[in-house]
């Protein structure tokens, strides 16, 4: 029998992405070695590396490639050589915006797991995170970040003592399909994992909110009664996730509270270098460290791999169904953590020196596990 193949597009961007990629490629070649899976790769340029060679951040070839591809990995991108506060010129980000809109990614995942053997690493106390893993489904392409928004001059009455002033407004709108399918997102995620949804809104408030409710029972009632389902209001939510973050499984939510809410859940880690992120689309999906390109540690051989091999794990779950592999992947990171080997962004007074590593040799380490649990 052949292989199944899978064609990833890379995308090693500014900074430590180029270093992080390489360790990604690797512990794919040994997934692929154990499952009976080939991975090929074609790679293209993303942002700063991209305005140097083409003048753009995001060049047609990229497009076209990322949408050849099954699914596209990207590491970082952007730098202070690219530091900008001229509109006429292009900057990095706009390659990252620009790919994200390019490929339809409407659902935004991130898993906020704690990892034992970093318990410490968080700002809360280790009681409190016991049990902690949950995935923020976040609506992307929708809500108060894209409806319409204005400001006005002139306006009577809005300046302070009753004058002429300004006025600014945003519209925050959702469509029934739009709530629909990033609805459906979470309760196929939830079922995977064979957990809860909690649906956050603002529904006591937001006749958006009140629509997202009723088409999230709909869809549930239609298609997902199996998976139990919350609802709970954004602003207990916020609350919840310090007080008690162990009750949540998969949390979905609009876009600007999905931006809130999952930057509160990701700091529960208290680790950025082991964050991952997934953007799904219908047709193809990215993958990519919730970090920057660490512009000041480049170069180095220092940065930590682990939240782009975490974005690795996401892949092999959601764009290749291979989840005997993400859970080999996701086994093997726990145990060269649990047998202390640390980077330097994640070591602490009790990692022995001669268990701080490199980013090659924390690549190593995880594809070491991976092969020996052959
Ligand atoms: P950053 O995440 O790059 O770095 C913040 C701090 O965390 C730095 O001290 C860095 O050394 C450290 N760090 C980050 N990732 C690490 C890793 N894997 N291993 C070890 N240490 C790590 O954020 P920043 O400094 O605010 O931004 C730097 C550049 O990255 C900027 O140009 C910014 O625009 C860009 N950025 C890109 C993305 C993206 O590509 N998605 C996200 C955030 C920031």
């Excluded at 991975?39 to 990322?66: N, R, W, Y």
């Excluded at 809860?196 to 999230?216: G, M, Q, Y």
């Amino acid at each position: 029998m052949s292989a199944t193949t899978y064609r990833i597009c890379l995308l090693p961007g500014d900074g430590i992405g180029p270093e992080i990629t390489a360790e990604a490629v690797k512990v794919l070649g040994a997934i692929g070695e154990r499952f009976g899976a080939t991975f090929e790769f074609t790679e293209a340029l993303l942002g700063g590396a991209a305005i140097d060679a083409t003048g753009s951040p995001l060049p047609e070839e990229t497009l076209t490639k990322a949408h050849a591809a099954d699914a596209v990995l990207l590491a970082a991108i952007g730098g202070p050589k690219w530091d900008t506060t001229d509109p006429a010129k292009p900057r990095p980000e706009q390659g990252l915006l620009g790919i994200r809109k390019a490929l339809g990614l409407y659902a935004n995942l991130r898993p906020v797991k704690i990892f034992e053997a970093l318990k410490d690493a968080s700002t809360l106390k280790p009681e409190f995170l016991e049990g902690v893993d949950m995935l923020i489904v976040r609506e992307l392409t929708g809500g108060l970040y894209f409806g319409a928004r204005a400001r006005e001059t002139g306006v009577e009455g809005a300046a302070t003592g009753g004058g002429v002033g300004m006025r600014a407004y945003d519209t925050m709108e959702y469509r029934e399909y739009e709530i629909e399918r990033i609805a459906r997102t979470a309760f196929e995620a939830a079922r995977l994992r064979g957990g809860t949804v909690h649906s956050v809104d603002k529904a006591n408030v937001l006749e958006s909110s009140r629509l997202w409710r009723e088409v999230v029972h709909r869809l549930h009632a239609a298609e997902f009664a199996d998976v139990e389902l919350l609802d709970q209001l954004v602003d207990n939510t916020a609350m919840q996730l310090i007080r008690r973050p162990a009750q949540f499984d998969v949390v979905v939510t609009e876009n600007m509270f999905g931006d809130i809410l999952s930057d509160e859940a990701s700091m529960l880690t208290g680790s950025l270098g082991m964050l991952a992120s997934a953007s799904l689309g219908d047709s193809t999906a990215l993958y990519e460290p919730s970090h920057g390109s660490a512009p000041d540690i480049a170069g180095q051989g220092i940065a930590n791999p682990l939240a782009m091999l975490l974005s690795v794990e996401m892949m092999l779950r959601y764009s290749f169904s291979m989840n005997e592999a993400a859970d080999a992947l996701s086994t093997a990171i726990e145990g060269v953590l649990a047998d202390g080997w640390r980077t330097a962004d994640i070591a602490d007074a009790s990692t022995l020196p001669q268990k701080t590593v490199g980013t090659s040799a924390m690549g190593d380490l995880v594809t070491g596990r991976l092969a020996a649990a052959e």
